[in-house]
């Protein structure tokens, strides 16, 4: 975690624009709208993605769970009701756990860096994490067997591939957009490098 928010650490800006603000200087109350902006896309990224997800678990378990597979598009794609116990894509479902306390964490650690954060594709990206985490998490915690043990709906159905869902998919997509932004040599808090 600390190296995260190493990466992450910036100083406020003393004028609400977006550039960092000098060693040492100190940002007044009320002074930091560029940053509060893209604090807010973050958390409206991760209220979508989350409640996309919730959403759609919901209409699977009532109208898809005890069914027959829907094809959507021939054999290629079905939705096909599956719990999962394991991590994204149906790995290591030995580890229920561990994968709940990963995902708590990884909730934690994204709301620490959240105050640091100056880059509105950082924003995204991190809303994006945030939202399939908080998604699957909840399925820990409220679906049986268990608290912290729960069982994940997954219904995407690719021909050939591991069933998943749309939080697992908003886990993924913010991966590659970090990835991504990386490669780039963008940095959340806004700068660029060049390496």
């Known amino acids: 975690m600390a190296e995260a928010e190493r990466i992450i650490d910036t100083p406020d800006t003393p004028d609400g624009s977006d550039e960092p603000a000098a060693a040492g200087e100190r940002t007044p109350q009320g002074q930091r709208t560029g940053r509060g902006r893209r604090i807010a896309v973050l958390f409206a990224v991760a209220a979508f993605a989350y409640t996309l997800d919730l959403v759609s678990k919901m209409l699977v378990v009532a109208k898809l769970e005890r069914h027959a597979p829907i094809q959507v598009i021939g054999d290629w794609l079905e939705l096909h009701a599956l719990r999962n116990p ?5 790995f290591g479902a030995a580890f229920t756990v561990i994968f709940t306390l990963i995902a708590a964490a990884v909730i934690v650690v994204i709301i620490r860096l959240a105050r640091k954060l100056y880059s509105f594709p950082w924003a995204i990206a991190l809303g994006l994490l945030l939202g399939g985490a908080l998604g699957n998490l909840t399925d820990r915690i409220f679906r049986s067997p268990g608290v912290f043990e729960g069982e994940v709906v997954d219904f ?11 939080a697992d998919s908003a886990i993924v997509c913010g991966g590659i ?16 490098h060049k390496d």
Do not use: E, Q
């Not at 394991?86 to 149906?90: E, H, V």
């Not at 957009?177 to 660029?192: A, N």
């Open 177 to 192: 957009l970090i990835v991504l932004l990386s490669f780039r040599g963008l940095d959340p808090d806004g700068t660029v």
């Open 156 to 166: 995407i159905a690719p021909k050939g591939f591991a069933v998943f869902n749309l």
């Open 86 to 90: 394991g991590a994204a894509f149906g």
